[in-house]
């Protein structure tokens, strides 16, 4: 046996070092709750966890101010050791009983809080980039990396982060230089390769685009002097099973709103919609609204419609 076996073998000599080991092997756990469950002070706990530490026995993770332990990547002979720990159901029963309570009053910790905080969660959700990490989140669980999408009146490419990270290739267009430098400058900071950028009306777009998967009009249409026809090209640019995106304001008589926003148009309504989106050979297959906030004037009730190309409407020249 090499020597330095032995001195790891020394190491575990040790019951209190055991049972340390044993509960490491089950949970990630920090002084105090060993300290707990072992019932010894934390001056002792870390002075067994220093000396299974120096032997890689078992490895450190800090938390904010916590740290936390668990078993190390061990090497042979050693590296059954952590199974044969766990397969001793009868050593130290209570050791078991007490992690089970210490995990817990864990939960207990996080249950309370969101028992505390229900009424003002949705302000504190606010504090961090929350909306950026559910768009992502959405971008991994539904993105094909096959898919062709068109960003039309990409502004300053707000959604572009997203837009690139759902799909293969993200076409982004917008008549304005200055939105378009922009958006530029955005995907560049963010390491974005797969966002083509076009300077053109909407309007006169045919040709340009390859054909598109899904095409987005996030808050774009209320400035477009020709709504209905321009749905009816855009129809025309869609994949059959294609879909286009509509996200607007609902029809409203807020003319300082419209003034802000460059409106030209005062919001949409449903039926206004579906009509304008037939002769494209869409048909609408989902519409949602969103409520508006009471607290900010700006947020006016929304809309989301998804109109999709069907394979027969396709042939509509
Ligand atoms: C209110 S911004 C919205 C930008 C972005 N979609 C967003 O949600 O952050 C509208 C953008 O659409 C562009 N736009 C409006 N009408 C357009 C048209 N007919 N052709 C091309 N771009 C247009 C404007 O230049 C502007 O950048």
């Known amino acids: 046996m090499h020597n330095s076996e032995a001195i790891v073998f020394k190491a575990l000599a040790d019951d209190t070092r055991l049972r340390i080991l044993r509960l490491l092997s089950l949970e990630e756990l920090n002084v105090w709750e060993l300290g707990s469950i072992l019932d010894l002070p934390q001056p002792t706990i870390s002075r067994h966890l220093a000396i299974l530490r120096s032997h890689s026995l078992v490895i450190d993770r800090r938390d904010g101010n916590r740290v936390f332990y668990r078993v190390g990547e061990l090497r042979p002979p050693f590296d059954k050791f952590a199974e044969y720990l766990e397969s001793l159901p009868n050593h130290e029963p209570t050791d078991l009983i007490r992690l089970e309570e210490c995990l817990a009053r864990r939960a207990v910790g996080s249950r309370r809080f969101a028992d505390d905080k229900a ?43 997203f837009l690139a990270a759902s799909a293969g290739q993200v076409y982004a267009v917008d008549q304005s230089v200055a939105m378009l430098r922009r958006a530029r400058q955005r995907c560049a900071r963010n390491q974005i390769d797969n966002v083509h950028f076009i300077h053109s009306r909407l309007e006169k777009l045919s040709g340009r685009l390859p054909p598109c998967d899904g095409m987005l009009l996030h ?6 002097a020709r709504p209905a026809g321009l749905l009816r090209a855009l129809g025309k640019e869609l994949k059959p099973g294609g879909r286009l995106v509509i996200a607007d304001r609902i029809k409203h008589d807020d003319q300082a709103i419209s003034e802000k926003y460059g409106s030209l148009w005062h919001g949409f309504e449903c039926e206004q919609l579906e009509s304008w989106l037939k002769p494209g ?11 508006g906030s009471e607290n900010h004037q700006d947020q006016l009730p929304g809309f989301v419609l998804i109109a999709e190309k069907t394979e027969l409407q396709s042939s509509i020249a």
Do not use: C, I, N, Y
């Open 219 to 224: 808050f774009v249409l209320h400035q477009v």
């Open 119 to 161: 009424a003002e969660w949705d302000e504190l959700a606010k504090s961090f980039q929350r909306q950026p990490l559910q768009l992502f989140a959405m971008a991994g669980l539904l993105g094909r990396k096959e898919l062709t999408l068109a960003d039309l009146g990409t502004g300053t490419g707000l959604l572009l982060p």
């Open 281 to 291: 050979g869409l048909r609408m297959v989902e519409w949602r609204l969103l409520p």
